[in-house]
């Protein structure tokens, strides 16, 4: 494994293009975030939990994470050591686009 790609494990201090790739990398989950907000129709998720609002919260949700993570899994699986662990860039991109989302105000495209 070449130093790039272990840029975030406990190998040592990264250097700065250690810090670069990991900025890129989250500048990308942030870019798809948005993309994957403004795209992903939440009416369906919202029909299939039917009565119960909060399962059509999280379909909407979940879809809008693995629409935003796919892209930027493939762009850096093999790069940085995280996005081999998948679980990860999920988490990570959860964790962007619900600031992101909330940020436009209260529950920002989803009114449960």
Known sequence: ???????????????????ALHQRYIADIEASSREALASVNP????VQGGVNVWAGVKGHLDA???R?????IAKYIGVLAAADIEEFTYT????IMQSLRLDRGPSGPVHP
């Open 68 to 72: 935003a993570a796919a892209p930027v």
């Open 43 to 46: 009416v369906p998720y919202y």
């Open 92 to 95: 990570t991109t959860f964790a």
């Open 1 to 19: 494994m070449d130093a790039l790609h272990s840029a975030g494990t406990w190998a040592g201090f990264a250097s700065r293009e250690d810090v």
């Open 64 to 66: 809008v994470t693995e």
